[in-house]
């Protein structure tokens, strides 16, 4: 029944879909102007301890998922040009989405003032500075306002696969008896060192039944899932990245829960094979408002298509293999405008590049996403800073480039053919979205 319901949706979605690609520049823009570090001579208490705060803390701390901690004026001076050298590049700190496509909350990126400051300190030998030049610490954007409810995993889970790669999934019990509304969430990693990301959905009472019976099929808690979820549709609540320290909805929107409800989580952990790793026992927090102006709910997009048979086939040394789809998604909102307020990117670790687009009804594009320098590693969701209005007649589109050169392999191995699947290959885009 499934895979009739299925092909009957890929018939529908396809008659009123745009397989046309992005334009090559898409998402891009000229590269930044150098700036001129506002001061001559920066000093570490008065200028980059408050970037270091602000931007790397929350991960590079003692015990944290980073080599090493940055807490601390000795601490950053022995690593100053491993620093400069990691933000001039963008690569820290870690924040996929292009600076050209879209503007979201709590972005992590660094502006050219403050690269400026750590370049100009960092060839200046580093100064430290008077400790009383030092400004209050900032205040974060990130972290719950407030916390109603906390749940934890309902065992603590050792990761044991051989190749230090684990996804696991784990059934909560939900214990509110009464209606609710996720209105922001945070995630509290019991080894931060060994979770490298988490999801976490509202699984409703319908559902519940599909997903205890994958649950019980394995031992242990929870079960394998490192394709996901098997289930289509349902809405990813928030996640987690090494650094977040949890957030609240934007204003007025939250997720219903319904009594008799699960939460589920998919933990991804990441390990060196062959090392001794701690049992993790995550717990997660969330913030509830009994009623919200908006409810949120979920829309995905990607080419039925490509689940059937190996029809998004990426050949072994291909090192841009390209796959879009577009189409108008009032054909599954019944005709409904609605806002987006979150996107986010799904590929595996053949992914190069990848954008996420609206393609209005006169035909201009625009940019909701595009990460130039794909990683598995860093994926996440985004929080738009300002919803965007989609109405009927304008299409969602979703582009990704693959590389399945024998340089981009994850391991040793050699290139092979790949489609989509579990340990393959997906092409995915998830919205975050409310009605009126």
Known sequence: MRRHALAAT???LLTRCSLTPLPEDFGTCEAEMPVDSPKAEPTYHADIRPILAARCVTCHVDGGVAPFALTTYAQAHDFRDIITTAVASRRMPPWPPGRCCGEFRHDRSLTPEQLALLGTWAENDAPEGDPA???????????????????????????????????????????????????GLAVEPGDA?????????????????????QDDRDDGPGWSCPGGLAEGGDTVVGGWLPGSLGYDFPDGI????????????????????????????????????????????????????????????IKAGDDDATFTYGYDPSLVTAGKP????GVS?????????????????????????????????????????????????????????????EQNQPTS???????????????????????D
């Open 254 to 313: 939250g997720r219903s829960v319904a009594p008799g409800s699960k939460i589920l989580v998919t933990n991804h952990y990441k390990y060196t094979p062959g090392t001794a790793v701690a049992a993790d026992r995550t717990t997660i927090a969330f913030k509830l408002d009994s009623t919200v102006e908006r409810e949120i709910s979920g829309v995905v997009v990607y080419n039925p298509a490509w689940l059937l048979g190996k029809t998004m086939f």
């Open 193 to 213: 060192g060994l979770l490298h990301h988490s999801l976490v959905y509202a699984i409703p009472q319908a559902k519940v039944a599909s997903y205890q019976a």
């Open 10 to 12: 890929t018939g529908l």
């Open 133 to 183: 030049d030092a400004p209050p610490d900032p205040e974060l954007e990130e972290g719950l306002s407030r916390f109603d409810l906390e749940i934890e995993m309902p065992a603590p889970y050792t990761p044991g696969d051989p190749d230090g790669n684990d996804l696991r999934c784990f059934l909560l019990d939900w214990p509110i008896d009464q209606p609710t509304h996720i209105t």
């Open 338 to 341: 609605f806002l987006i307020h």
């Open 413 to 435: 191995e050699a290139p092979r053919d790949l489609w989509w699947g579990d340990d393959k290959e997906m092409c995915i885009a998830s919205l975050l979205i409310s009605f």
């Open 345 to 405: 990117l799904h590929m595996h670790e053949r992914g190069a590049s990848g954008s996420v687009a609206i393609e209005r009804h006169g035909g201009d594009l625009e940019c909701l996403l595009h990460v130039e320098d794909w990683d598995y590693h860093w994926q996440g969701e985004y929080l738009l800073a300002d919803a965007i209005r989609i109405e009927p007649g304008d299409q969602l589109k979703v582009e990704c480039h693959f590389d399945n050169s």
